[in-house]
C-alpha cells in the first residue's frame, strides 16, 4: 500500500489535531474532510487544499475510495460513522470518548469485529515513552495507593455541559485518567463515585456534577481514587491534571503533559514531556494500516470500551449512591 488515503469526520479541535500530524507523515493523503459546520470545514480545508468537502460522512464512504478514517465527533455523534466504516472496510481512529451508551459501543465494538479492520482510539498517553517505562518499573514494585486529579474549568463546546451529550467529566475529560490506570495496573473490580453540585453558577443550559472523587478497586490490589472537578479557574503554577503512584519505597508523580517525578529518600529525579504522545499514536495507526499488523496499537476499540464502562460505572455509581461492579 503506497498511499493510505485517510478521511476525517469532525473539524474541530481535534480533528485539527490529527490532520495537522498526519500531514507530517510521509505516504498520507488526506482526500476527504466531513463536517457540519461548514465554516469549520472549509477553514479546516484550507490545511488540506486538495481533500474534498462534505457536509455529512454517508455521502463521503460513497463516494471517496478510504483506507483509513479518523473519527473525531462529540460523544452523542458516535455510532453510524464507525459502523459504516466498519461495513465498509475502512480502518478508523476514534476519538474518545467513544460513545455515551455503553449497549451502543458495544453494538460498534461487534461491528469492528466482524469486520476484521484495525481501531485504535485515542489514548495517546499510552504512546508516551516515559509511561511505558513506569508501566515495565511497576512490574517489580509494590504499589498499594494511587491519587489522580482533572482539575480544571468548563471547555466551549456547548455539548459538553449537557451530561447527556458529553457523559460528564468523568466521561469526557477524566476518562484519560481512567484508562491510564487501568494501561498501569489492570482490570478493575469495582468503583464508588460520589459527585456534587453547587459551586458553578450562571453558565446555561448546565447540568453536570461540579466535582467529584471516585475510589477503584483493582484486581491487582491496587486502589485508586479518582479527583475530577470543572468549577477551577486557571492558576498558574498548578498543573490540574496528573497522578501520584505510592510504592513501597519511592513516589512517583505526573504532571500530564509536562513532567515526570520519581521521588525516593535520597534524590527526586525529573523527566520533562518533550514529544507528541498524538503525533506517535497516529503514526503508529497509519503504519498498522500499511502493514496489516496492528500488535503495536495500545487501545484497540475493544480495549476502550473497559475504560469506557468504568467510567460510565463511576457515573451510575454517582446516581445511585452505591457501589458499582466493573
Known sequence: MDIIKVG??????????????????????????????????????????????????KEMYEKENLDAVFICVPPDSHGDAEILAAQKGIHMYVEKPIEVSVQKAKTIEAEIKKAGVISSVGYQERYNEEMNKIKAYLSNKKVGLVT?????????????????????QIVEQSTHLFDTLRYLFGEAESVFCLGRKGL?????????????????????GVL??????CYLDDIKHFNGAGFRIVCEDEVIECDWNNEFRYIT?????????????????????????????????????SDAVKTFELTMASNESIKSQSPQQV
Open 265 to 301: 529518600n535520597d534524590s527526586i529525579r525529573k523527566v520533562s514531556v518533550t514529544e507528541s504522545s498524538h503525533l506517535k499514536a497516529v503514526e503508529e495507526f497509519i503504519n498498522s494500516v500499511r502493514t496489516g499488523d496492528s500488535h503495536g496499537i495500545k487501545s484497540t476499540y
Open 148 to 168: 489522580a486529579r482533572w482539575l480544571g474549568g468548563i471547555p466551549g463546546a456547548p455539548w459538553w455541559r449537557r451530561k447527556e451529550r458529553s457523559g460528564g
Open 224 to 229: 485508586a481514587t479518582v479527583e475530577t472537578a
Open 8 to 57: 476525517i469526520i469532525g473539524c474541530g479541535w481535534f480533528g485539527n489535531v490529527h490532520l495537522d500530524n498526519l500531514l507530517k507523515i510521509d505516504g498520507v493523503e488526506v482526500t476527504a474532510l466531513t463536517s457540519s459546520n461548514i465554516v469549520k470545514l472549509k477553514k479546516t480545508g484550507e490545511k488540506a487544499p486538495k481533500a474534498n468537502l462534505y457536509s455529512n460522512h
Open 200 to 220: 458553578v453558577e450562571n453558565i446555561p443550559d448546565y447540568n453536570l456534577e461540579d466535582y467529584s472523587v471516585a475510589t477503584i478497586s483493582f484486581k491487582s
